[in-house]
C-alpha cells in the first residue's frame, strides 16, 4: 500500500470517517473504493460509487482480547437499481456488496486486495427501496496467504438483519512459467 503524500487529503478522509484507523489507512479505503468505482464499464460500478464508508477502526477482539481485528462499516441507500422483480433488494446486488465492502476490511488490516476464493451468503430479510444499508465487516482471520472476513447487511430503517456473508480471499501465487517447446 502506499500511502498519500498529501495530508490534507489524509485529514479530510479522516474527517469524514469515524473510528480510530490512521488518516492514511482512511484516505487509502476511502481513494482505492473511489478508484475502483469509478470506472463506468467495471460491474456495479454505479451502485459501488454510491458506497460511503462511516468507520474505520482496529478493536479488540470479543472472543479474545489480547488481540484486535479491523472493523469498517459503510453506508448506502437501496435504490432502484439495486432491486429484483419482486421489489426488494436482489441477492446478486447483496452479494456484489459483500464482496466490495469485505474486501475493504482486509485493505485495512494492511494487506492486499487479494482474489476470492469463497464467498458465502445468508439471505435472512427484504430490504425495501429507500432503506439506509449499514454494512458492518469485520476480518476474522488474516494469514500469510489466506484472509477472511465477515459482512453484516442491516436495514437500518427497520434494524433488521437482512443478509449476512462469509468471504474468504488468498493473495494469489506468481504465474508459473510455461515449459518451452
Known amino acids: 500500500m502506499t500511502l498519500p503524500a498529501n495530508k ?18 482512511k484516505f487509502l479505503l476511502e481513494e482505492g473504493l473511489y478508484r475502483v468505482m469509478s470506472t463506468p464499464t467495471l460491474f456495479g460500478a454505479s451502485i459501488g460509487k454510491r458506497i ?7 478493536v479488540p477482539k470479543a472472543e479474545e482480547a489480547s488481540k484486535t481485528e479491523a472493523r469498517v462499516v459503510c453506508e ?12 426488494s433488494l436482489h441477492g446478486g446486488c447483496a452479494a456484489f456488496l459483500v464482496d466490495i ?9 494492511g494487506r492486499s486486495p487479494g482474489v476470492s476464493a469463497s464467498m458465502d451468503v445468508v439471505y435472512h430479510a427484504p430490504a425495501a427501496p429507500g432503506a439506509k444499508l449499514r454494512i458492518v465487516n469485520t476480518a476474522m482471520a488474516v494469514g500469510a496467504r489466506i484472509m477472511s472476513a465477515r459482512t453484516e447487511i442491516w ?14 480471499k488468498m493473495e494469489p501465487s506468481a504465474p508459473k512459467d ?3 517447446m
Not at 448506502?76 to 421489489?87: A, C
Request: proline share 3%; with cysteine; aromatic share 0%.
Open 178 to 180: 510455461k515449459a518451452k
Open 8 to 25: 490534507d487529503a489524509a485529514s479530510l478522509a479522516d474527517s469524514r470517517i469515524k473510528g480510530n484507523l490512521s488518516p492514511q489507512l
Open 76 to 87: 448506502l441507500i437501496v435504490r432502484e437499481d439495486m432491486l429484483n422483480p419482486g421489489g
Open 101 to 109: 465492502c469485505s474486501t475493504l476490511v482486509l485493505l485495512a488490516s
Open 155 to 168: 436495514d437500518d430503517t427497520t434494524k433488521r438483519l437482512c443478509v449476512t456473508g462469509i468471504h474468504v
Open 52 to 58: 460511503v464508508i462511516t468507520e474505520a477502526s482496529i
